[in-house]
């Protein structure tokens, strides 16, 4: 279900979303509730799994290494769909400190 853009907030770029690798099983529920195409699915490298606990890493065995990434975090309107969405509770939304918003959606939590 898509929020009508109307429920978000018209900035954007002032929000990001962050995604805890240690959690995400890539199950693609932000990929489906996001408006703004602000994630998409990608398998991780061999250096993030590397930096994963152990536990993760033997999720994402099973899942095949696909979680969330947030390509285009400066097109998040901070409508929270995508945190009431995921059912891993991987991911949160920050308030955009740094000039680079790809950094800071890549950074480590």
Avoid: Y
């Avoid at 606990?53 to 994402?60: C, D, H, I, L």
């Avoid at 059912?87 to 950074?107: M, Y």
């Amino acid at each position: 279900m898509k929020v009508p853009i109307s429920q978000c907030q018209p900035e954007t770029g002032v929000v990001i979303p962050v995604i805890d690798r240690s959690r995400c099983d890539g199950k693609q529920d932000c990929v489906a509730v996001c408006p703004f195409d602000v994630f998409e699915m990608q398998r991780l490298t061999a250096e993030d799994t590397f930096w994963l606990p152990v536990s993760a890493k033997k999720r994402q065995k099973l899942v095949g290494r696909w979680q969330a990434f947030t390509p285009n975090a400066d097109r998040c309107h901070a409508c929270n769909l995508c945190v009431v969405a995921c059912p891993e509770d991987a991911i949160r939304l920050v308030r955009q400190t740094q000039p680079d918003a790809e950094d800071a959606a890549s950074a480590e939590p």
